[in-house]
């Protein structure tokens, strides 16, 4: 199989037909309709093999991966996406690998309606690169220099379970054996919070989405909109399978410290929680109130006694 034969069966074949899409998948570039009033939305994050997801990753997973991480960007600003591209760099076109990373990246694609309009496919070290393009009604943004003193602190979902998984597939972490398939999933398959990011684009003052671990996160929060924040410790949302499987000191670090999770901590004025709650609700997705924006830069994590809890790994830092 060629590379066109192969890029018209698993992506130009698979893709959603969009009618704001003029021209998508096969000429120089795509072309695209842009509602009239709304801002484009853009980002770009790349995968590489044995960095950003262990070498023994199943195709699907990647597939899946790749799309995830830029759909929790757009949802962390509040943005619809809509188009993506994807530039894809293979060892060699194994075609029952591409055959599943297609799948794993279509089955997201489709449920979230969002378009492939073109990429590019070279040989090299397994690399997946996806730009998501979305919309955003122009002034509505959910900016990380948003929060301000007195915000209530939130996240969705629960926290550290992709660390759990991650730290379980590279076996350093034992956990029972009926939760092997939920951690795993939990790192495989991040589920981004596009719905959420869309809703609370009306209502939070700052969004990040959890990539890099909660604590590292925030930190872009607080640097961005200077400020502080104050983080209770007891308050942050564990899975059942995570208070089942660790001790409750481990899960709270995997919480504050682990990355890939993709969940979004945002922060909205303390008078607003009931259309925080109407939003979890809505979405099915649980919003866990976590701390609050402070005065100062610190962030100040305390247990239920009032100590405050040294963290001495923040999170992965890229290039740190
Ligand atoms: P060019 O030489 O003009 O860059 P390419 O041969 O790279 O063209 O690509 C041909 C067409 O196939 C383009 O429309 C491009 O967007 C699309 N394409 C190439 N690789 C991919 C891919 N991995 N996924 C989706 N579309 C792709
Ligand atoms: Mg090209």
């Known amino acids: 199989m060629n590379e066109f034969e192969m890029i018209k069966q698993y992506f130009q074949d698979k893709t959603l037909k969009d009618s704001s899409v003029v021209l998508g998948i096969g000429d120089d570039a795509a072309i695209l309709n842009i509602p009239q009033n709304e801002s484009l939305v853009v980002c770009v994050d790349t995968i590489v093999k044995g960095i950003h997801f262990l070498t023994d990753t199943p195709a699907a997973a990647i597939g899946h991966r790749a799309l995830a991480v830029n759909l929790s960007d757009m949802a962390a600003m509040g943005a619809t996406p809509q188009w993506f591209t994807l530039a894809l760099t293979m060892p060699d076109a194994n075609e029952e690998w591409i055959a599943e990373f297609s799948r794993g990246l279509f089955e997201l694609a489709k449920h979230h309606q969002v378009t492939l309009v073109g990429g590019d496919t070279t040989q090299g070290p397994l690399t997946v690169s996806i730009q998501v393009l979305g919309t955003l009604a122009s002034h509505k943004g959910l900016l990380r220099s948003g929060a301000k003193v007195g915000d209530s602190i939130f996240v969705t979902g629960s926290l550290g379970d992709a660390g759990a998984g991650l730290a379980m597939l590279q076996d350093k972490l034992e956990v029972p054996l009926k939760y092997k398939e939920y951690f795993q999933h939990r790192y495989e398959y991040p589920e981004p919070r596009v719905i959420t990011g869309f809703l609370l684009r009306e209502v939070a003052n700052s ?75 809505k979405t099915g997705v649980p919003c866990t109130h976590i701390g609050e924006i402070v005065s100062g830069n610190e962030i100040d994590v305390q247990d239920k006694n009032g100590k405050t809890i040294l963290i001495n790994h923040q999170g992965w830092e890229h290039f740190s």
């Open 207 to 281: 969004a990040i989405d959890v990539s890099d671990g909660l604590i590292a996160d925030l930190r872009h929060i607080t640097q961005a909109s200077g400020v502080g924040a104050h983080i209770q410790l007891d308050s942050l949302p564990l899975s059942d399978a995570m208070k089942e499987s660790i001790t409750l000191e481990n899960a709270l670090y995997l919480a504050l410290a682990s990355g890939d999770d993709y969940e979004i901590c945002f922060t909205v004025s303390a008078d607003r929680h009931a259309d925080i709650q109407a939003i979890a609700e």
